[in-house]
T-cell receptor, first 116, second 112 residues
Framework: AQKVTQAQTEISVVEKEDVTLDCVYETRDTTYYLFWYKQPPSGELVFLIRRNSFDEQNEISGRYSWNFQKSTSSFNFTITASQVVDSAVYFC?????????????FGKGTKLTVNP | DVKVTQSSRYLVKRTGEKVFLECVQDMDHENMFWYRQDPGLGLRLIYFSYDVKMKEKGDIPEGYSVSREKKERFSLILESASTNQTSMYLCASNRVASYEQYFGPGTRLTVT
């Protein structure tokens, strides 16, 4: 069965620090998708990125970057020069192949607090 | 702009009451999901629907039922609310063959 582990429950940094959120996954599928979502204090999960298992190129979007390594089954997320607005709970998720449904398996989330 | 809406942001109910949580999406998505979110436990899938009137149990369906009479609307029903159902409830939807889910703002339910 698919599994996603986010070992860091909570992280606290000071503004402008770089921070990396770890995500390790388990799957027997050869084709799968990985996701990161952000949940700000308002509660709504916001999609950040989707990565196909065949695409191991790192992705950068502004201050956000993602490092996908199939060899270690990891999909880590780095925020450069963090800001207070980055404070949120971040979830990593993996596509679930069972039964042909388009479901996701979520990690338990990492709560990031960026202090001014 | 894609939109998933939930009927209430905050809800307070008494033990034993029947509770309806409504979710509506305007993206013509086939799949809809109900999750509950609890501290330290992340998101857990309660029920999933892949078509009108079709449903599938998730990881924690006990104490819940669902209804999907129209494609855009997916309701979560607590037949007899209990205090251990106090939680944040999140609705999501996606299109067939797309795993990316769009989420509503959540309903924080308190059962007293």
């Amino acid at each position: 069965a698919q599994k996603v582990t986010q070992a860091q429950t909570e992280i606290s940094v000071v503004e402008k620090e770089d921070v990396t959120l770890d995500c390790v996954y388990e799957t027997r599928d050869t084709t799968y998708y990985l996701f990161w979502y952000k949940q700000p204090p308002s509660g709504e999960l916001v999609f950040l990125i989707r990565r196909n298992s065949f695409d191991e190129q790192n992705e950068i979007s502004g201050r956000y970057s993602w490092n996908f390594q199939k060899s270690t089954s990891s999909f880590n997320f780095t925020i450069t020069a963090s800001q207070v607005v980055d404070s949120a709970v971040y979830f990593c998720a993996l596509s679930e192949s069972q039964g042909g449904s388009e479901k996701l398996v979520f990690g338990k989330g990492t709560k990031l607090t960026v202090n001014p | 702009d894609v939109k998933v809406t939930q009927s209430s942001r905050y809800l307070v109910k008494r033990t034993g009451e029947k509770v309806f949580l409504e979710c509506v999406q305007d993206m013509d998505h086939e799949n809809m999901f109900w999750y509950r979110q609890d501290p330290g436990l992340g998101l857990r899938l309660i029920y999933f629907s892949y078509d009108v009137k079709m449903k599938e149990k998730g990881d924690i369906p006990e104490g819940y039922s669902v209804s999907r009479e129209k494609k855009e609307r997916f309701s979560l029903i607590l037949e007899s609310a209990s205090t251990n159902q106090t939680s944040m409830y999140l609705c999501a939807s996606n299109r067939v063959a797309s795993y990316e889910q769009y989420f509503g703002p959540g309903t924080r339910l308190t059962v007293t």
